[in-house]
């Protein structure tokens, strides 16, 4: 079976980025496997702490390593902006494939010293085990904001990102280029787009060497997303859409079968909704790109 690892290395040598989708509940987690099968391409499913809170870390952990083992599939399991040791440690026992440590709103030395420990203490659980280390300003919270945060003072400079990286032994870096948490709702709207700084995540990359992890795709630029990819992105996180493809369409079934009590037979609304936003940005996520690196 190939590790996150593999895919990983896979991933940087063939131009693309792996699709990581956030899930609180089957109809996500349905939703994202069924299109990463289809289009047969590696996915990464993500839980934050209040998601693994709903869902069961041990639940979710069993789910995905039942996709996983059935249809012989390269799904992985990461543990999403998780901000305590004690929490880390619960998902690496539950057999997650990845871990974001995040304790970027500390100071940076601390961030550093605490995120050093735990990549000490969670790889002596599973030495297979990646963790995620965050620097940077990206904001909070995948759901819809009336305003944008002013995120340019948190962006991640490539000395940072190296030092960093070097002090912790982190696997993957995840910086703040521009990308930022959330939606506005002008951008749910599709009136507005993110931007990303391209130069900066070629300059990071070159300066760090290890796999980098895009947080907040949704509403990105195609573009940019691309060209992001291209700089050295691995790993592509999507989750306000979704949530916002989830509610469309349990709203579409609830209101097509206004009687209707059946729990299978309004769900499925829901599934293709969130099965359609996910194929698409899979399929961008998987175009080779061009731009060398
Ligand atoms: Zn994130």
């Known amino acids: 079976m190939q590790t996150l690892r593999n895919a990983l290395e896979q991933s940087e040598k063939d131009g693309v980025a792996i699709g990581h989708f956030n899930v609180a509940d089957l109809v996500l987690l349905k939703a994202v496997a069924g299109a990463a099968r289809d289009l047969k391409v590696p996915v990464a499913v993500g839980a934050s702490e209040g998601?693994?809170?709903?869902?069961?870390?041990?639940?979710?952990?069993?789910?995905?390593?039942?996709?996983?083992?059935?249809?012989?599939?390269?799904?992985?399991?990461?543990?999403d902006h998780t901000h305590s040791l004690a929490h880390a440690l619960d998902v690496a026992k539950a057999g997650f494939d990845s871990v974001v440590f995040d304790l970027s709103a500390l100071p940076f030395e601390q961030n550093v010293r605490q995120t050093k420990e735990a990549v000490?203490?969670?790889?002596?659980?599973?030495?297979?085990?990646?963790?995620?280390?965050?620097?940077?300003?990206?904001?909070?919270?995948?759901?819809?904001?009336?305003t944008a945060p002013d995120l340019s003072k948190g962006l991640t400079s490539p000395q940072q990102a190296k030092e960093f990286v070097e002090a912790t032994g982190i696997d993957i870096l995840a910086p703040a280029?521009?990308?930022?948490?959330?939606?506005?709702?002008?951008?749910?709207?599709g009136q507005a787009r993110k931007r990303l700084d391209i130069e900066r995540i070629a300059k990071i990359k070159s300066a760090v060497q290890i796999p980098l992890t895009l947080h907040g795709g949704s509403g990105t630029d195609d573009e940019d997303l691309?060209?992001?990819?291209?700089?050295?992105?691995?790993?592509?996180?999507?989750?306000?859409?979704?949530?916002?493809?989830?509610?469309?369409?349990l709203e579409e079934g609830l209101s097509k079968e206004p009687d209707e009590v059946v729990p299978y037979k309004i769900l499925p609304f829901a599934v293709r909704s969130v099965q359609e936003v996910a194929r698409s940005r899979l399929a961008l996520f998987n175009a080779a790109c061009n731009a060398a690196h």
């Open 51 to 79: 998601e693994r809170e709903f869902f069961g870390v041990r639940q979710i952990a069993a789910l995905v390593r039942s996709l996983r083992e059935e249809y012989d599939y390269p799904i992985f399991l990461n543990a």
């Open 120 to 146: 000490e203490a969670l790889k002596a659980i599973n030495p297979e085990i990646l963790v995620e280390g965050e620097i940077g300003d990206i904001g909070t919270g995948s759901e819809i904001h009336e």
């Open 177 to 189: 280029v521009g990308n930022m948490h959330g939606m506005l709702k002008s951008m749910v709207q």
């Open 226 to 249: 691309r060209k992001a990819i291209g700089a050295g992105i691995n790993i592509v996180h999507i989750n306000t859409e979704l949530r916002v493809a989830w509610r469309r369409g």
